[in-house]
């Protein structure tokens, strides 16, 4: 029997833990209760104690578990480092090393939740078989991660992969929540989505099903109402194609990846918008004939345990 | 004595080679015409009878030579391919094989010289000390080239680091080379910057020193200007140094580099340029306070070559 791996992904409401063949096959998971009282200074106890009680139940041991992944939801330094994880209260700590001295000295090692999330897409997702990808997730906001060689490229300041904040739109006038404006995120996110459909009800008089929701009209909604010809709504997956499009040419000039992987809750919308995003792709990538393929994420919830599996693979 | 490596820059008029000590030090430099005829097949003949023959005088061996590097213009995929490269006429080749079989089987490794020339920026040049480098070359065009973890990333297919074509202005209608619209190089090449100041004389009543040079006003003659404190002069920098800046920005979000390393000839206007650059780059990155830094590259047109020695030593 091979050796097994553990990812986990600390979420700000749940800890998302998985076991895995080295293969890549999930074995088992399951969840546990994110404690953020107190800076979230019970967070990894309860993770190791979790962890222990269902290797026995499984009646597996800790070495026959290579090592442990973990992806966390701020910055991790390349030496593990995380000066703040603001939704769990964490600050100036080495979760990674907390975790391994929880755990006999296990091998633990740390990312950033939406790179390990790519990672996990490259390893067993919708990238899988290619080393150079590019996550997008368009949620609540707009995450990304980018992985080449097989390698999350975190950045020398953790910045890498926040495809969400690229300024891609000059003449917007609201700010983001960075403190930009005009950024993928306001225009491309579920909310930025919704947004979008409120101003375009608001400044014309086209009849649209979006209509009845009015103010509280959801990304959904506009989706749905995009697919079954509402010309309204198609105005508004024209305006998020054409920026999402744009975006991903314009990482395509940077590192030219094999494959660009959407997910997030609005993916779910489907090859619909892929095709969309890439129609726009296209027209600005006009430099070369052969074009990065942009493909649906496979794991949903899921792509955070699987990359943080991956992570001690290495 | 340690061994050493040789690197070559073949461009469209003349090829230039040089000697250099693995530690980094340029011992001897020199250039041969670049013979385009017959679809270029005298290059590599030209190249290696002229590396024999310096070696010769230098009273050096060829198996001093630890290996050769050359930086090529055009794309050149993983294992060495050319498809083409226009300016010298070469099509469907392996140019480094070639050229190692025409001197006893030495290592013979090529890039793109956009990507090498950046390569040798972070080798011996103005991003000396750091893995992780975008290169932006502002010449006739913009070029480009992104070392992450001291390799060249070329991308799936070969565009990466091809900065100039970024799409970044919406508004703009003319054609770019590439078959796009409002590339930067339409902003930020030397060309670039003349049009744009051809443009504000043409729109505005602003008094300049440009307006005695007319159509033929020069990027060098507007950057002079602009530092000189002339109004109209300054307003054009300040459109490039957004234009700059955003994209800068924008890499920052994808790979966040270490450090961007500004060479070509419109780089000559110094740390004025710089200033101007970052003062934009600021304001599109307010998501976070570390900043990559932007710096002036040093080595001018040896860069090609130092890049195309490092190829050789990893």
Not at 180 to 205: L, W
Request: charge should be negative; glycine fraction near 16%.
């Amino acid at each position: 029997m091979g050796k097994k791996c553990v990812g986990i992904d600390v979420g700000g409401t749940s800890v998302k833990i998985g076991i895995f063949e080295t293969t890549g096959e999930l074995l088992h998971k399951w969840e546990v209760g994110t404690r953020t009282e107190e800076n979230g200074r019970y967070i990894l106890d309860d993770v190791s104690a979790s962890i222990l009680e269902t290797l026995k139940k499984l009646s597996l041991s800790l070495d026959e578990i290579k090592g442990i992944g973990m992806g966390v939801p701020g910055p991790v330094m390349p030496d593990g480092y995380v000066e703040v994880c603001v939704n769990l209260g964490w600050r100036d700590l080495y979760p990674g090393r907390e975790l391994s001295s929880r755990l006999d000295g296990i091998p633990v090692l740390c990312g950033n939740d939406a790179n390990v999330a790519a990672l996990g897409e490259m390893w067993q997702g919708g990238g899988k078989g290619y080393e150079d990808i590019v996550m997008v997730t368009l949620g609540t906001g707009v995450g990304g991660g980018v992985i080449l060689g097989e390698k999350i490229i975190a950045g020398k300041h953790g910045l890498a992969g926040e495809i969400g904040h690229i300024h891609i739109r000059d003449e917007e006038t609201e700010h983001c929540n960075c403190g930009g404006v005009g950024c993928v995120e306001q225009i491309a996110s579920a909310t930025g989505i919704a947004r979008e459909a409120r101003r375009k009800m608001a400044s014309t008089d086209i009849p649209s099903v979006l209509r009845q929701f009015g103010d509280d009209v959801t990304a959904k909604e506009v989706l749905d109402g995009a697919k079954a010809g509402d010309e309204l709504a198609k105005s508004v997956i024209d305006i998020v194609g054409h920026y999402l499009g744009l975006t991903l040419a314009q990482i395509t000039m940077v590192i030219d990846p094999e494959v660009f992987v959407i997910g997030g809750g609005v993916s779910k919308a489907g090859q619909y918008l892929i095709d969309e995003i890439f129609r726009h792709y296209d027209r600005f990538t006009p430099i070369s004939k052969s074009k990065s393929k942009i493909v649906l994420a496979t794991l949903g919830n899921d792509a955070g345990i699987y990359g943080a599996a991956r992570l001690i693979l290495d």
